[in-house]
Structures are given as C-alpha cells and as structure tokens.
C-alpha cells in the first residue's frame, strides 16, 4: 500500500502564496488534491496523471496549480493569492487500482 506524506502547509496572510508537498512511497499513476474546509465536506481541488496535465475544480483555476516531480514521486500544489476561504486541511490522495489513498492532511490557515 502506498505511503503519502504530505508536508509545507502553515499560516499565511490573504494575498500570499505557499506550496504543499506530498511523498509518495512508490510510484503512482493518477494523484491529486483535495481541501475540507472547517465544518464542511472534503472537496476536490484538482487531479494530475503521471505525464499529464493537472485538472483543476472551478475555484482553483488561476489560482492553484498541481504539477509532479515522478524521478521523486513527489507531487506539489502551488497556492497563489490565497484568500481566507481557502482556510482548510489539503490532502493528497493516490489512486491505487480501485482504493484511493490518503495523506496525512496538512493544515492551512490563510489570515485576514
């Protein structure tokens, strides 16, 4: 079963930037994003095949960008003008036949 770790989420003010940064233990196909902001269910930020493009849902368009690093196994999502809303637990997930795997979550808080 694949390991993801996920690490570089922290506090950040409206407007800045941050990047996450999840290890996987193995090399996988089809990896992602998703975000559960406080009190509200998890939602998909966005997906990126390996060798492929990212695919992004609708609020992170412009903002968020997924890319990988597969000599590493290594994906990254990049955060750029965050706003308060986007105050959540980011996790990265890997699909792994038909089982999706978890990372840890890692928390961002984005301050007024």
């Known amino acids: 079963q694949v390991q993801l770790v996920e690490s570089g989420g922290g506090v950040v003010p409206e407007g800045g930037s941050l990047r996450l940064a999840c290890a996987a233990s193995e090399r996988i196909n089809v990896m992602g994003w998703s975000r559960q902001p406080p009190g509200a269910q998890r939602v998909l930020v966005g997906t990126i095949p390996r060798g492929g493009s990212a695919i992004y849902s609708e609020f992170a368009k412009g903002r968020f960008f997924i890319s990988r690093d597969n000599n590493n196994n290594t994906m990254f999502l990049q955060m750029n003008n965050l706003k308060s809303e986007d105050t959540a637990v980011y996790y990265c997930?890997?699909?792994?036949?038909?089982?999706?795997?978890w990372g840890q979550g890692a928390q961002v808080t984005v301050s007024q």
């Open positions: 997930y890997a699909l792994e036949g038909d089982n999706v795997r």
